[in-house]
C-alpha cells in the first residue's frame, strides 16, 4: 500500500498569508496520479488539483501543486478566511488503487 | 452541470447488509468510471472500489470479500451493497465520479450519507 503522510497536521496562518502543505508518499508516485481535495466542515470533498499541478474547474490561481516522485506541495497564495477546511492528498497506484492522506486542517 | 446524491438507510444492524444508491444527474452513467469513498475519523478517508459503466469492478482488496457494486444505466444510478457489517463499518459513505484517462481523481462527489451500525 503505498502511504501518503501529509504535513503539518494543523496550520495555523492569517489573512493574506501563504499556506505550504506537503505530500510525502512511502513509495514513488506518477505525477499524473497524485490530486489534492478540499474540505470545508459538513460537506464533501472537492477536487482543486489533479495531476500533481492542474487546477480544476473553478478554482482560483492562488491555488498550485508541485512535485514529483515522493513529495508533493498544494501552496495557497493570499489566504482568505473561506480557505478555512482540511485538505487531502490522493494518489493512484499499488493495492489499494487509490489512498489519502490523513490531511491538514488549515486554519486561517 | 453533474450532480451526484447518495440515498439509503443511515442505520444498519450489526452483520446485516448495508445498501446505497447514488443517483447521478447532469451527466451519463454511461462511459463513466463511478466509485464510493467512506469516511471515518477512525480510518480518514477510505476508498471502497470502482464500477464501469459496462459493470466492471475493481474493489478495495480490505473490503472485496464483502463488498458488491453495479450500475443501472436505465436508472442512471450505481449501487453499493457491503455484508456483514460491524461497527467499523460506520462512515459517512460518498459516491463520486472517478475521471479515468490521462489522470485519476474523483470529482465531482455527493454530499454524503451518514450511516450508523447499531442494534
Known amino acids: 500500500e503505498t502511504v501518503l503522510t501529509q504535513s503539518p497536521g494543523i496550520l495555523s496562518l492569517s489573512p493574506g498569508e501563504r499556506a505550504t502543505l506537503f505530500c510525502r508518499a512511502s513509495?514513488?508516485?506518477?505525477?499524473?496520479?497524485l490530486a489534492w481535495y478540499q474540505q470545508k466542515p459538513g460537506q464533501a470533498p472537492t477536487l482543486l488539483i489533479y495531476?500533481?499541478?492542474k487546477r480544476a474547474t473553478g478554482i482560483p490561481d492562488r491555488f498550485s501543486g508541485t512535485g514529483s516522485g515522493t513529495e508533493f506541495t498544494l501552496a495557497i497564495n493570499r489566504l482568505e478566511p473561506e480557505d478555512s477546511a482540511v485538505y487531502y492528498c490522493?494518489?493512484?497506484?499499488?493495492?489499494?488503487?487509490?489512498?489519502f492522506g490523513q490531511g491538514t486542517k488549515l486554519e486561517i | 452541470q453533474v450532480q451526484l446524491q447518495e440515498s439509503g438507510p443511515g442505520l444498519v444492524e450489526p452483520s446485516a447488509t448495508l445498501s446505497l444508491i447514488c443517483s447521478v444527474s447532469?451527466?451519463?452513467?454511461?462511459?463513466?468510471?463511478w466509485s464510493w469513498v467512506r469516511q471515518s475519523p477512525g480510518r480518514g478517508l477510505e476508498w471502497i472500489g470502482y464500477?464501469?459503466?459496462?459493470?466492471?469492478?475493481n474493489y478495495n482488496p480490505s473490503l472485496n470479500s464483502r463488498v458488491s457494486m453495479s450500475v443501472d444505466a436505465s436508472q442512471n444510478h450505481f449501487s453499493l451493497n457491503l455484508n456483514s457489517v460491524t461497527a467499523a463499518d460506520a462512515a459517512v459513505y460518498y459516491c463520486?465520479?472517478?475521471?479515468?484517462?490521462?489522470?485519476?481523481?474523483?470529482?465531482?462527489w455527493g454530499p454524503g450519507i451518514l450511516v450508523t451500525v447499531s442494534s
Open positions: 447532469g451527466d451519463s452513467i454511461s462511459g463513466n468510471f
Open positions: 463520486a465520479r472517478l475521471h479515468f484517462s490521462s489522470s485519476e481523481e474523483f470529482d465531482p
Open positions: 495531476g500533481a499541478s
Open positions: 513509495q514513488s508516485v506518477s505525477s499524473n496520479f
Open positions: 490522493q494518489q493512484k497506484g499499488g493495492s489499494p488503487l487509490y489512498t
Open positions: 464500477i464501469y459503466s459496462s459493470g466492471a469492478t
